[in-house]
């Protein structure tokens, strides 16, 4: 199952991410080794691995599920997804993010934190406008709720010091 999905998800998500040369694919596959390194579950590995799929391969709950994806990993793609019906970038986020604090669902919130953790990575390749968005809108929203639900863990640690690292570079860069 984990082959099948790294070549679906490598086939249906292109182009490249944030104006770095990296296909978007790539992305995909870095939260699957976080979720992987931190011993979350084969079906959270999973969703982790497909969490990209709604928002940049069109694909939809019914459409997974025809792939043979159990409900558990389909839901936690859902949770963990914005809903691209909602054309209006703001409320996407803000209503996903509703969603993951309304489900009470530690696994969907791992997802999450193992992909804006990612994004973190690459985050300086942003066009600045985008880069302070996620910066100080969509990333402390993960500061707080990662202190919430994963204060103790190593999981966590490793997010605040890659998004404290950003912080810094962003405040050095642009005094």
């Not at 709950?61 to 839901?75: D, G, I, P, T």
């Not at 996903?96 to 309304?102: G, H, V």
């Not at 990575?121 to 202190?147: S, W």
Request: with cysteine; glycine share 2%; aromatic share 18%.
């Amino acid at each position: 199952m984990l082959k099948r999905t790294i070549e679906l998800v490598k086939n249906k998500i292109k182009w490249t991410r944030k104006g770095w040369h990296t296909p978007n694919y790539m992305h995909s596959i870095r939260v699957y080794k976080l979720l992987k390194k931190y011993w979350y579950s084969s079906e959270v590995q999973l969703a982790g691995l497909l969490h990209d799929m709604i928002e940049d391969a069109w694909f939809t709950k019914e459409a997974l599920l025809s792939l043979w994806y159990s409900e558990n990993v389909v839901k936690l793609v859902c949770l963990s997804s914005h809903d691209t019906n909602n054309p209006d970038k703001f409320w996407r986020r803000e209503d996903m993010i509703k969603w993951l604090i309304s489900a009470d669902n530690t696994d969907a919130r791992a997802i999450k934190l193992a992909d804006i953790s990612d994004n973190l990575t690459e985050c300086h390749f942003m066009q600045k406008d985008k880069l302070e968005r996620f910066l100080f809108k969509k990333a402390p929203i993960f500061v707080y709720y990662g202190n919430k639900y994963f204060w103790w863990t190593e999981f966590y640690t490793n997010f605040l010091e890659r998004y404290y690292r950003q912080i810094k570079l962003y405040i050095n860069y642009n005094l």
